[in-house]
């Protein structure tokens, strides 16, 4: 099991950090999809919302009704993908993911199950994908699942190089307000539908 | 704030014992849902999942990066529903309660925040309802977010009486797979828009 380690909840904690105290600047990816949301939901365009961590509890201290404290849990492996909601009438679904390559971004960043609901969204004409920044290039892109689902059924490889998110994917600029405006995108996609 | 409270988390402490150990009997309305919900998607119908509940991390330890345990934890308002998925490419959303009461579901035991975000998804073309269980008389109701909102608007009561849940919910009787079959309601819901 890759999941949870502390990489994965040092990025988390600086991205909390991050979206609370650093509004405007060096968002993580989390962060910006986090206000881009909250700014869509403001204007009353979507609403989509990242799940919470999933976890297992196993103490529970109620010194009090209204002062319960978790004295122990522990990360588990979400069942799902991190964001999901409503966007004109359609049900959309995504993950998103960092990576520091410069080369490829790896598969084990997504757990099988997870490519397999990503996949179960778009045979039920929900609109499934990925988004991907490679941080230290400074690029980030949209792929939609059925484009993942190529390139595992085409590929023995177990990481996706970044060419084929420049030739399959949807690059996502950084914005103002919203600060990445993926919803454009999703609006190519449900035009091409 | 009237959540996280004892008697909450007990519940959900009973329900997640009785959906493990008590696969087909005395389940609560939470692990009858789960249930149903894990029917829908191993016949490939829905896919609908419980949100994870929301907490707030306050101290970590990182013993070993693949034994990572959370020593402090506070349960945190959610911001949306418990549940929300995929269905026939609808958006589906609601939130599922159990009262004891024989005579009318109090309103306390929704936040207002969770009423708008209901709203929200049905201004959007997305299904969003409430199953609410009256225990005691062991009667189901999924109610549309149209009929809650018509019932705020109209009355300035703080609980929602049962006869209005029979007037104008749907009854979700219980059955044996899956144990609450709502999709069938869905499914009316989706032939009436």
Redesign the interface.
């Known amino acids: 099991?890759n999941y949870?380690?502390?990489?994965r909840?040092e990025k988390k904690k600086d991205s909390i950090i991050n979206s609370w105290s650093h509004k405007n600047r060096g968002l993580s990816l989390e962060g910006e999809i986090n206000d881009s949301n909250e700014y869509y939901?403001n204007i009353?365009k979507?609403?989509i919302?990242k799940?919470?961590?999933?976890?297992k509890?196993t103490k529970?201290d109620?010194p009090t009704?209204?002062s319960?404290?978790?004295?122990?849990?522990?990360?588990t492996i979400?069942?799902?993908t991190d964001y999901?909601?409503?966007?004109?009438?359609?049900?959309i679904?995504f993950e998103a993911k960092e990576t520091k390559s410069k080369t490829s971004f790896s598969l084990s960043n997504i757990h099988s199950h997870q490519i397999k609901?990503l996949q179960?969204?778009e045979?039920?004409?929900?609109i499934s994908f990925l988004i991907v920044r490679f941080s230290t290039l400074d690029e980030t892109y949209l792929l939609q699942t059925k484009y993942l689902t190529e390139f595992l059924t085409k590929e023995e490889k177990k990481s996706i190089p970044i060419s084929y998110f420049r030739e399959n994917g949807f690059l996502l600029k950084n914005e103002y307000q919203p600060r990445i405006d993926y919803l454009k995108v999703v609006d190519q996609i449900i035009g091409g539908i």
């Open positions: 099991m949870p380690n502390g990489i909840k939901r009353d979507a609403y919302y799940k919470p961590t999933p976890i509890i529970v109620y009704r209204a319960t404290v978790i004295k122990e849990a522990f990360f979400p069942s799902t999901n909601g409503l966007y004109r009438g359609k049900y679904d609901h179960n969204i045979n039920h004409q929900g």
